[in-house]
């Protein structure tokens, strides 16, 4: 049977039992929402892809003590913010990134749909990088992966209230650190 | 509903968390508030900024350049951790086999031995404690030292 047909919960059942095959199921499942993610965080691509292979990383050395299957999403999630909040390394990284992003725009015979997307892209993850971690992580989990208040709860391990005043407050902080942006030079 | 109920709520209305009444509601209000109507539509717009982080994807699967990190970096750790199982399982086997050895070693009853004795040294003892000595000694004909002589010369020195 193809890991498409398997459920997080079988994959990791599977993986549990001695079947290290059952990994790339879970890995080729979550791969792009890992670098979606990553991507909200760091400036570099390969940053963000260095950020995906840690994050599977740790799962395939953690996933021994994860018993429950439907908690993996969760705790992927959980494990990948970390991963990409975490490191100094990915701080440096970012600053250097950042620093070759506005270059790379000045390049000639970029696509000018792919230089504004990049500039959008650069934009956000500057005025995300602003934001307390907790707020910038529940923004990105529901604006990006669109995560429900349920889901979000439980990869940030706090009520579905909180969850709403941690998006009434991230909005609102982005907000201002977006309008800053606009009125720099 | 008042402005500052609608304002409470609107976050969960653009997120799609509200419950069907409390939607209709909402939108009965916002027809008729253009400030909340304002609000909303700023909340729409924060989400427009998103959008090109909500497109990034993959050209290609991650999977094979992350099969040959795992062999990688996972590889010598498997050895080491079965090196450490084996050393698990092994080393009390070990301290149990020593401790049977020194169990066996101070049970077995071993012969007491005296030191070795010079050959000169025991025949000084045995001239010294024999009654002809001891007699010659006493009697002040042969000194001492006298004495070891005579036997030293007497045993070919």
Request: glycine share 6%.
């Amino acid at each position: 049977m193809a890991w498409q047909d398997l459920s997080d919960e079988e994959l990791v059942r599977r993986f549990n039992a001695g079947d290290t095959g059952a990994f790339e199921g879970l890995f080729r499942r979550y791969e792009v929402a890992m670098y979606r993610l990553a991507r909200a965080r760091v400036a570099s691509e390969d940053a963000a892809l260095d950020i995906v292979q840690e994050t599977f990383l740790k799962a395939y050395q953690g996933l021994g003590k994860l018993r429950s299957g439907p908690a993996f999403r969760a705790w992927l999630y959980r494990v990948c913010l970390n991963v990409a909040a975490g490191s100094a390394r990915s701080e440096a990284r970012r600053r250097r990134a950042e620093t070759d992003a506005a270059e790379r725009l000045e390049e000639v015979g970029e696509p000018i749909q792919t230089m504004l997307k990049q500039e959008g892209l650069r934009r956000l993850q500057s005025a995300l990088s602003r934001l307390p971690r907790l707020l910038a992580d529940t923004l990105i989990l529901r604006e990006i992966e669109g995560r429900s208040y349920s889901e979000i709860s439980e990869v940030m391990k706090c009520s579905e209230k909180a969850v709403e005043m941690r998006l009434f407050r991230a909005r609102r902080l982005l907000r201002r650190a977006m309008a800053a942006q606009e009125g720099m030079p | 509903m008042r402005c500052g109920e609608a304002k409470r709520l609107l976050n969960r209305y653009v997120d799609g968390e509200l419950d069907l009444r409390a939607r209709e509601e909402l939108d009965r209000h916002i027809l008729s508030c253009p400030a909340c109507e304002a609000e909303l539509s700023d909340l729409r717009r924060m989400s427009e900024v998103f959008v090109p982080a909500r497109e990034q994807g993959l050209s290609w699967s991650l999977w094979p350049r992350f099969d040959a990190k795992l062999a990688r970096e996972l590889a010598p750790r498997r050895y080491m951790m079965q090196l450490e199982g084996l050393a698990r399982h092994l080393v009390p086997v070990a301290a149990v086999l020593l401790a049977i050895v020194v169990v066996l070693w101070a049970l077995v009853p071993r012969p007491a031995t005296a030191p070795p004795e010079l050959p000169g040294e025991y025949l000084v003892r045995t001239v010294f404690d024999s009654p002809d000595a001891r007699l010659l000694v006493d009697s002040q004909e042969v000194q001492p030292d006298e004495l070891l002589e005579l036997v030293f010369i007497a045993n070919g020195g």
